[in-house]
């Protein structure tokens, strides 16, 4: 066994273990849990097994195993920029929303309330 | 005069979402007080005295604790308007920029039926009052106006706009920030509500030009308009 992979595995097995425990700990989040649990067990095969992505390089049209990785890598990034983009502005719509209602309130006491009490 | 044309003033609310603008909020506020009309203004979570000054001026204060921008602000102050009874609705920039003497001339189209949506144009007759470089950002922001909401005008960020209380009813401004300027243009035009444009004077300051869009604004317009469309 290589030392990356007695670095790495441990690591990747703790987070395996985590993910498949919210499996069956949060079934309200199960596709979220399914989706990890699927990627670590992935990256797990692929440190055990190096050769299963260059493998599968080569069934998807890509001379390495490398290369597969980092244009996975790029994808998700771009996809998991989009998703956090979405996420931030739903958020922020959600403070705005918020904002605005504590405002009117706050609006309407200080109409009601006599000019000596404003602050 | 507005003070001799009760339909031009009774039930007129004019909305002012207004940050850091201590400095001239009470010169702003004070002459629409004086012409009768009921003001609200937004103080978009300032940390300057802008709502006391604006309160000491006469208007009605609505505080938003945080910043949130002046999409936001106005959304709040037409909400707060509307709830209490406004007929006809003036949104009206706070640095200055406009004059209370052009309130009428918007809210009269309104007033008189023929529109439920006035938007003032600094282009119809006050062209060479824009600075040079103002009117170039201002060209494109019209060019873009019309492709993303099918609507021709002169100008399309311009502060001064009057809305029926049913046209009102209609905005609700998801964009917060300086974008909102296209996307209440977008809101209006689909109400299919009539339009017109109406000219109006804009006051360029030393501190109206400092606070206003400039160019390196225009590229987050266009990314939060766009990323609002992609996400919808």
Do not use: C
């Not at chain 1, 440190?47 to 260059?54: E, F, K, N, R």
């Amino acid at each position: 066994m290589r030392l990356f992979q007695l670095l790495a595995l441990p690591l990747i097995a703790a987070m395996l273990a985590v993910s498949v425990r919210n499996l069956f700990k949060s079934p309200s989040r199960l596709m979220v849990s399914l989706f990890w649990s699927g990627l670590w067990l992935a990256t797990l095969v692929a440190v055990v097994y190096p050769d299963t992505t260059t493998r599968l390089a080569r069934a998807l049209g890509i001379y390495r195993g490398a290369d597969l990785l980092v244009y996975s890598a790029v994808l998700a990034f771009i996809a998991g920029f989009y998703l956090v983009s979405l996420r931030l502005r739903q958020m922020s719509r959600e403070i705005t929303l918020l904002t605005r209602e504590v405002a009117l309130l706050e609006a309407e006491r200080q109409k009601d309330s006599p000019p000596s009490a404003r602050a | 005069m507005a003070s001799n044309l009760p339909d031009l003033v009774d039930g007129v609310w004019i909305v002012i979402a207004a940050y850091h603008e201590g400095a001239v909020i009470a010169e702003v506020v004070g002459p629409l007080v004086a012409a009768g009309y009921r003001v609200v203004v937004v103080d978009d979570g300032s940390g300057d005295d802008t709502a006391a000054r604006a309160r000491q001026a006469g208007a009605l204060i609505v505080r938003h604790a945080v910043n949130r921008g002046q999409g936001a602000a106005l959304q709040s102050g037409l909400r707060y308007a509307l709830r209490h009874g406004a007929r006809i609705l003036v949104t009206f920039d706070a640095d200055g920029q406009h004059t209370a003497g052009d309130v009428p001339v918007l809210v009269g189209p309104i007033a008189a039926g023929t529109a439920d949506i006035a938007l003032g144009s600094r282009f119809l007759e006050h062209a060479a009052d824009v600075p040079a470089a103002r009117r170039v950002l201002l060209r494109l922001a019209v060019a873009f106006t019309g492709v993303v909401s099918g609507v021709r005008l002169t100008d399309a960020h311009n502060g001064l706009r009057a809305l029926s209380r049913r046209a009102a009813e209609q905005v609700e401004l998801q964009l917060d920030r300086m974008a909102h300027a296209s996307e209440i243009i977008d809101q209006l035009a689909r109400t299919g509500l009539p339009l017109v444009e109406v000219s109006v004077r804009v006051h360029y300051t030393k501190y109206s030009l400092e606070k206003g869009q400039r160019a390196g604004h225009a590229a987050r317009i266009v990314w939060d308009y766009l990323l609002n469309k992609l996400s919808r």
